[in-house]
């Protein structure tokens, strides 16, 4: 059963990138029809941090404007949302990593990112219960968090434009979408943007999940006020195999600590596994010792769409015209959602990128283009 298209654009997924890109596309007058299977994802299981990553040009750039925009934002979203400006301390375990924190703030200034550092007597003034010996940290003032499940459902309610259906596609293609109950639908773009479960509907898809443990502790008073991140967090997040843990952990403004984070590959069991999330407490102690003393009250685990070299796929599918992607976020799919919903729609309407999309494009991959090489 064939239905007359009632959207200029589908968009498949109703996570933050799904919801960025039909509020970036409904902005644009465009009528957005939301599809999605309301299973969960890995917007309800992340630390929707906002956070600038420079471990490459690209992701800096998508990162740094993304943030810009959510600052745009931020004044309009509702208290539900939890956005706070709390920026990102990035933690030297002692004074030889302040060569790294030195590093990063030189990186990130290039690209217009405000960075201070502070001393191993400053940083223990700014948060006492970090252990003793530390180096320093570099402080990014700009850096925020918020809770991506509300936020993503305001970006999606607050639009006439957008319509939203929960629906299972079984099948895209170009610009086809078919759904479990036999119904077809069509529209002038179809885009893809719910995550690792696109692989399901694409099997080309150079997509790899990272499986990620967190924990939440119960309300305290105000005990940390930053983000607290170790500058070794990078090379945990971008790891391409076996497990990893490092130190992240996020005040809630419910009083509340969220602690990571671990990456596993291969496998998509979702149990919370002991042996992964012990020593990423232990890591945790290891930085903030009291944290022995507080009561865990939850812990939970989620799947990160990866891409083989850390980028997003952004942009048309090379062999399906009017199919669009806006996948493989894997850990900063929070952060970076307004910025990519802006460069695909400049892509999808012919405009000018606001940033350099090449470093995104999905043809940047032989899977998609079927290039043999």
Same mark, same amino acid.
């Given at each position: 059963m064939?239905?007359?298209?009632?959207?200029?654009?589908?968009?498949?997924?109703?996570?933050?990138?799904?919801?960025?890109?039909?509020?970036?596309?409904?902005?644009?007058?465009?009528r957005?029809?939301?599809?999605?299977?309301? +299973?969960?994802?890995?917007?309800?299981?992340?630390?929707?941090?906002l956070?600038?990553?420079?471990?490459?040009?690209?992701?800096?750039?998508?990162?740094?404007?993304?943030?810009?925009?959510?600052?745009?934002?931020?004044?309009?979203?509702?208290?539900?949302?939890?956005?706070?400006?709390?920026?990102?301390?990035?933690?030297?375990?002692?004074?030889?990593?302040?060569?790294?924190?030195?590093?990063?703030q030189? =990186?990130?200034?290039?690209h217009?990112?405000?960075?201070?550092?502070?001393?191993?007597?400053?940083?223990?003034?700014?948060?006492?219960?970090?252990?003793?010996?530390?180096?320093?940290?570099?402080?990014?003032?700009?850096?925020?968090?918020?809770?991506?499940?509300?936020?993503?459902?305001?970006?999606?309610?607050?639009?006439?434009?957008?319509?939203r259906?929960?629906? =299972?596609?079984?099948?895209v293609?170009?610009?086809?979408?078919?759904?479990?109950d036999?119904?077809?639908?069509?529209?002038?773009y179809?885009?893809?943007?719910?995550?690792?479960?696109?692989?399901?509907?694409?099997?080309?898809?150079?997509?790899?999940?990272?499986?990620?443990?967190l924990?939440?502790?119960?309300?305290?008073?105000?005990?940390?006020?930053? !983000?607290?991140?170790?500058?070794?967090?990078?090379? +945990?997040?971008?790891?391409?195999?076996?497990?990893?843990?490092?130190?992240?952990?996020?005040?809630?403004? =419910?009083?509340?600590?969220?602690?990571?984070?671990?990456? !596993?590959?291969?496998?998509?069991?979702?149990?919370?596994?002991?042996?992964?999330?012990?020593?990423?407490? !232990?890591?945790?102690?290891?930085?903030?010792?009291?944290?022995a003393?507080?009561?865990?009250?939850?812990?939970?685990?989620?799947?990160?769409?990866?891409?083989?070299?850390?980028?997003?796929?952004?942009?048309?599918?090379?062999? !399906?015209?009017?199919?669009?992607?806006?996948?493989?976020?894997e850990?900063?799919?929070v952060?970076?959602?307004?910025?990519?919903?802006?460069?695909?729609a400049?892509?999808?309407?012919?405009?000018?990128?606001?940033?350099?999309?090449?470093?995104?494009?999905?043809?940047?991959?032989?899977?998609?283009?079927?290039?043999?090489r």
């Amino acid at each position: 059963m064939t239905q007359a298209a009632q959207a200029d654009v589908i968009v498949i997924g109703a996570g933050i990138i799904g919801a960025a890109c039909a509020h970036e596309f409904a902005r644009r007058g465009l009528r957005v029809q939301v599809l999605d299977n309301a +299973s969960g994802g890995a917007t309800g299981a992340g630390m929707g941090h906002l956070v600038a990553m420079d471990d490459n040009a690209a992701e800096l750039a998508l990162s740094h404007y993304s943030i810009g925009l959510w600052n745009q934002l931020r004044e309009h979203l509702p208290a539900a949302c939890a956005y706070r400006n709390c920026g990102t301390l990035w933690l030297a375990a002692d004074a030889g990593e302040m060569d790294l924190a030195r590093s990063k703030q030189r =990186t990130l200034a290039e690209h217009g990112v405000a960075g201070e550092l502070l001393d191993a007597d400053q940083l223990a003034e700014l948060e006492p219960m970090l252990r003793k010996g530390l180096g320093g940290a570099l402080k990014i003032p700009g850096d925020g968090i918020l809770y991506a499940p509300a936020t993503a459902s305001w970006l999606l309610h607050n639009h006439p434009g957008i319509s939203r259906q929960v629906a =299972t596609v079984t099948a895209v293609a170009a610009n086809r979408v078919e759904l479990d109950d036999g119904r077809v639908l069509h529209a002038e773009y179809v885009v893809l943007a719910n995550g690792f479960a696109a692989r399901q509907l694409l099997p080309e898809l150079p997509l790899r999940p990272k499986k990620g443990h967190l924990l939440i502790t119960d309300r305290y008073p105000s005990q940390v006020t930053h !983000q607290l991140v170790e500058l070794g967090y990078a090379a +945990s997040a971008h790891a391409s195999d076996g497990t990893s843990v490092a130190f992240n952990v996020q005040p809630r403004p =419910t009083g509340q600590l969220l602690i990571g984070s671990s990456r !596993q590959f291969d496998t998509l069991d979702p149990a919370v596994e002991p042996a992964v999330l012990a020593p990423m407490l !232990q890591r945790a102690v290891d930085y903030l010792p009291a944290l022995a003393e507080l009561n865990g009250i939850r812990a939970w685990t989620g799947f990160r769409a990866a891409s083989p070299d850390g980028l997003p796929l952004l942009g048309q599918h090379p062999r !399906q015209a009017g199919l669009w992607l806006a996948l493989g976020h894997e850990g900063l799919g929070v952060t970076t959602a307004p910025g990519s919903a802006r460069v695909l729609a400049a892509l999808m309407l012919g405009e000018a990128s606001p940033i350099d999309p090449r470093p995104y494009l999905p043809e940047r991959f032989a899977a998609l283009t079927g290039d043999p090489r």
